[in-house]
């Protein structure tokens, strides 16, 4: 369970540097705010073990690495009592990167990478549609994403 966390306007500034460019110097921010950089990396970490910071990560471009269709699918299953082990089988699939348990019609919404649509539809119809338990799903394509952010503080 995630604890109310107090930030001041030191740790507000630290965060949207460093989410705005996660390569930005500690230094570069130490001499924005006045403080050291020791004093920097502390804030860091208190942030870190408070779990307001989820980790780190470098981003990658789908598309240069040739995966050009996103979809997003809703995976309706014959039973709840399947969820785990069809969670189980889609963690399997590299396409898949992203899992959702949901209310709603879908029991799991998930989102796809593919390199095209015809192996959007192979992914489809020969991996997902055979996990036991899945009795069907429902697919959208994105055409265009225009929105990818993060929450502010």
């Known amino acids: 369970m995630i604890k109310k966390l107090k930030i001041d306007g030191i740790d507000k ?3 949207k540097r460093l989410v705005e460019d996660a390569r930005t110097p500690i230094l570069s921010i130490a001499r924005e705010v006045g403080i050291s950089g ?4 502390q804030r860091l970490r208190k942030l870190e073990e408070s779990d307001l910071i989820d980790g780190f990560k470098m981003v990658l471009n789908p598309k240069a690495l040739g995966y050009t269709t996103t979809a997003f699918v809703g995976v309706f299953l014959d039973s709840s009592s399947l969820y785990s082990s069809a969670i189980k089988r889609l963690k399997e699939i590299p396409e898949v ?3 959702h348990y949901t209310t709603g019609n879908y ?6 990478m593919c390199k095209n649509n015809e192996d959007l539809m192979h992914l489809l119809n020969k991996d997902i549609q055979n996990i036991k338990g899945v009795s069907r799903t429902e697919t959208f394509i994105s055409l265009d994403q225009q929105i990818d952010r993060q929450i502010k503080i």
């Open 38 to 41: 020791a004093a920097i990396h």
């Open 97 to 99: 990167v992203e899992s």
């Open 107 to 112: 029991a799991i919404f998930i989102k796809i």
């Open 13 to 15: 500034i630290i965060i």
